[in-house]
T-cell receptor
Framework: DAGVTQSPTHLIKTRGQQVTLRCSPISGHKSVSWYQQVLGQGPQFIFQ???????GRGNFPDRFSARQFPNYSSELNVNALLLGDSALYLCASSARGGSQETQYFGPGTRLLVL | GQNIDQPTEMTATEGAIVQINCTYQTSGFNGLFWYQQHAGEAPTFLSYNVLDGLEEKGRFSSFLSRSKGYSYLLLKELQMKDSASYLC????????????FGAGTRLFVKA
């Protein structure tokens, strides 16, 4: 079975642009979470979605938004990109979004903002 | 506030044992995870503790003390491939995910 997949793997944008990152969870998983990982730091929680509804939001500005589709895949959108948005964006899936469930991470999308 | 502390770097010798400590202060506690992350790759799950005590899984063991806000990851019979970052993460809310990660401990295993 395929694990969590993310696209694209790498992306270069300029300040002020908008970006959309995509994630497909493990088959049968209904919950997706998004994280931002800056070099040398641990992942920072952005959003959690379960059954197409937002279940949690981290301390990120409104420029960050996400949605989950009926097939449980998800998109993360970032508007008005800043240099500081350069990071590895990780998607993680779990079966039902339960608090004691293990999350499985995808390979990430590496975003560089120039 | 919510805070997770772990050492920035550690060095150990192949074949030895190393203990990576993690202390946390979070609003609510619903489990602690350890992940391994090789450079340029995604984190991979190692262990989960929700009750006090030691969980053993092969060469890796993880310990939790909720009253002390403390956990450690124990790696035995170190191998060169164990060189990686080890992330301590706490699930801070009930009923969902607000997983708080530490900055990670970079472990260097030398021959």
């Amino acid at each position: 079975d395929a694990g969590v997949t993310q696209s694209p793997t790498h992306l270069i944008k300029t300040r002020g642009q908008q970006v959309t990152l995509r994630c497909s969870p493990i088959s049968g998983h209904k919950s997706v979470s998004w994280y931002q990982q800056v070099l040398g730091q641990g992942p920072q929680f952005i959003f959690q979605y379960y059954e197409k509804e937002e279940r949690g939001r981290g301390n990120f500005p409104d420029r960050f938004s996400a949605r989950q589709f009926p097939n449980y895949s998800s998109e993360l959108n970032v508007n008005a990109l800043l240099l500081g948005d350069s990071a590895l964006y990780l998607c993680a899936s779990s079966a039902r979004g339960g608090s004691q469930e293990t999350q499985y991470f995808g390979p990430g999308t590496r975003l560089l903002v120039l | 506030g919510q805070n997770i502390d772990q050492p920035t770097e550690m060095t150990a010798t192949e074949g030895a044992i190393v203990q990576i400590n993690c202390t946390y202060q979070t609003s609510g506690f619903n489990g602690l995870f350890w992940y391994q992350q090789h450079a340029g790759e995604a984190p991979t799950f190692l262990s989960y503790n929700v009750l006090d005590g030691l969980e053993e899984k092969g060469r890796f063991s993880s310990f939790l003390s909720r009253s002390k806000g403390y956990s450690y990851l124990l790696l035995k019979e170190l191998q060169m491939k164990d060189s990686a970052s080890y992330l301590c993460a706490v699930r801070a809310s009930r009923g969902g995910f607000k997983t708080i990660f530490g900055a990670g401990t970079r472990l260097f295993v030398k021959a």
